[in-house]
């Protein structure tokens, strides 16, 4: 079958580091990406790797292992508007088909 | 550029009834999607295009249909609602043109459907 696990619920104090994990298991791979929800509103893209590495972008950066399927997401400098949810996808057969982790609810304490 | 937009923005019917989500995007995107979001949960597929003319199954597509009108519109319709399709609908669309493209999805807000 195929699936994303993340962690459910991460809490992290203002100026803080975490980092997000997603692990996953699909029938096809072509890329990883991040998205960020906050409540009552639509998912924003965050980034998207296809190569083993880190891509950074601003206070956000994205790491992508293929051989062991393990990617995370790590946000730097936490701000209180950083509390939302954060969802791992998977962009499998095809190309096209997106499989989206269950995501993980950050909240941010002062 | 108005981005993706979806119509309505809240919708209750009645077990039985019919109704189509609208959704267009003014991105010259190629790639089209339709999800629905259940509380507490991630996003789940339910049908995708991607190129004008195509639509192709996700992982929850039964008691839907869709059209992919032109390279701007792609509706979702719901023939005989459900109380289990009760959610929250999203749509998306991505420039991607094939495997090789980053897969950056833009959202609409969403449309909030209550089946009773």
């Known amino acids: 079958g195929q699936s994303l696990e993340q962690p459910s619920e991460v809490t992290a104090v203002e100026g803080a580091i975490v980092q997000i994990n997603c692990t996953y298991q699909t029938s096809g791979f072509y890329g990883l990406s991040w998205y960020q929800q906050h409540d009552g509103g639509a998912p924003t893209f965050l980034s998207y790797n296809a190569l083993d590495g880190l891509e950074e972008t601003g206070r956000f950066s994205s790491f992508l292992s293929r051989s062991d399927s393990y990617g995370y997401l790590l946000l730097q400098e936490l701000q209180m508007k950083d509390s939302a949810s954060y969802f791992c996808?998977?962009?499998?057969?095809?190309?096209?088909?997106?499989?989206f982790g269950a995501g993980t609810r950050l909240f941010v304490k002062a | 550029n108005a981005g993706v937009t979806q119509t309505p923005k809240f919708q209750v019917l009645k077990t039985g009834q019919s109704m189509t989500l609208q959704c267009a995007q003014d991105m010259n995107h190629n790639s089209m999607y339709w999800y629905r979001q259940d509380p507490g949960m991630g996003l789940r597929l339910i049908y995708y295009?991607?190129?004008?003319?195509?639509?192709d199954k996700g992982e929850v597509p039964n008691g839907y249909n869709v059209s992919r009108l032109n390279k701007r519109e792609f509706s979702l319709r719901l023939e005989s609602a459900a109380p289990s399709q009760t959610s929250v609908y999203f749509c998306?669309?991505?420039?991607?043109?094939?495997?090789?493209?980053?897969?950056?999805?833009?959202f609409g807000p969403g449309t909030r459907l209550t089946v009773l």
């Open positions: 295009s991607a190129s004008e003319g195509t639509t």
């Open positions: 998306a669309s991505s420039p991607a043109r094939g495997p090789a493209s980053t897969d950056t999805q833009y």
């Open positions: 996808a998977v962009r499998d057969t095809g190309g096209f088909k997106t499989i």
